[in-house]
């Protein structure tokens, strides 16, 4: 059964309309993460959450947003996606705590179209 | 900071060939390193996850070795298959000032087995 659950798996916009992707976690791990990933390239963190509080990187635009309601749901919001948001977005939970038993687990990610 | 560097960035073999990845890192201080596969367009799949007091992992025809101080991986593919082809990412886990640690990705290698 999926862990990491990430609706939809494709979406199309359009220049400007704000949209959301949505991340579900099965697993009570109470960090979660959103990366982005363009064409070719490496998955960039974007922010993540441990608990409640929020934790931006610090190239990440302005134009990215993210919610979490509750432990289980994480949302990324893109108030005006450009073409250049154009990506794969991929959202990842982790238990807290560092050592060996770190692992970060990964959903099947949302492949974000700017029209 | 932490970085990773993936070598050769893309390699195309014959069927049945043996096959190293390699994957270096800058900064000695991890705890984990993992290996993942991603088909085109889709999420990331995990392969091999080797603890830092591991030396490697072995799962079917994948073996993955860890050399810390050096700072190097490899993914070691046996018999390699048409299936095999996809991108093969490095990550690794450093603690990153946080109580949660942070991963970071390298570009990837995009296999290619031609049947």
């Known amino acids: 059964d999926a862990m990491v659950i990430q609706n939809p798996r494709y979406q199309v916009t359009q220049f400007g309309k704000p949209v959301t992707l949505s991340c579900s976690q099965t697993l009570n791990h109470n960090v979660m993460y959103w990366y982005q990933q363009k064409s070719s390239q490496a998955p960039k963190l974007l922010f993540h959450?441990?608990?409640?509080?929020?934790?931006n990187e610090a190239d990440t635009p302005d134009n990215f947003q993210s919610r979490r309601p509750n432990t289980s749901f994480c949302f990324l919001d893109i108030r005006s996606p450009g073409l250049g948001d154009a990506a794969m977005y991929l959202c990842?939970?982790?238990?807290?705590?560092?050592?060996?038993?770190?692992?970060?687990?990964f959903g099947a990610g949302t492949r974000l179209s700017v029209l | 900071k932490q970085e990773v560097t993936q070598i050769p960035a893309a390699l195309s073999v014959p069927e049945g060939e043996n096959l190293v990845l390699n994957c270096s890192f800058t900064d000695s201080a991890i705890y984990n390193l993992q290996w993942f596969r991603q088909d085109p367009g889709k999420g990331l799949t995990s392969l091999l996850l080797i603890q830092s007091s591991q030396r490697e992992q072995t799962s079917g025809r994948l073996n993955a070795s860890l050399d810390k101080s050096s700072g190097r991986s490899t993914l070691y593919i046996a018999a390699s298959q048409p299936g095999d082809s996809a991108t093969y990412l490095c990550?690794?886990?450093?603690?990153?000032?946080?109580?949660?640690?942070?991963?970071?990705f390298g570009q990837g290698t995009i296999l290619t087995v031609h049947p």
């Open positions: 990842a939970t982790s238990p807290s705590g560092q050592g060996v038993k770190n692992i970060q687990y």
């Open positions: 959450y441990y608990d409640k509080d929020f934790n």
């Open positions: 990550a690794v886990y450093n603690a990153g000032g946080t109580s949660y640690g942070k991963l970071t």
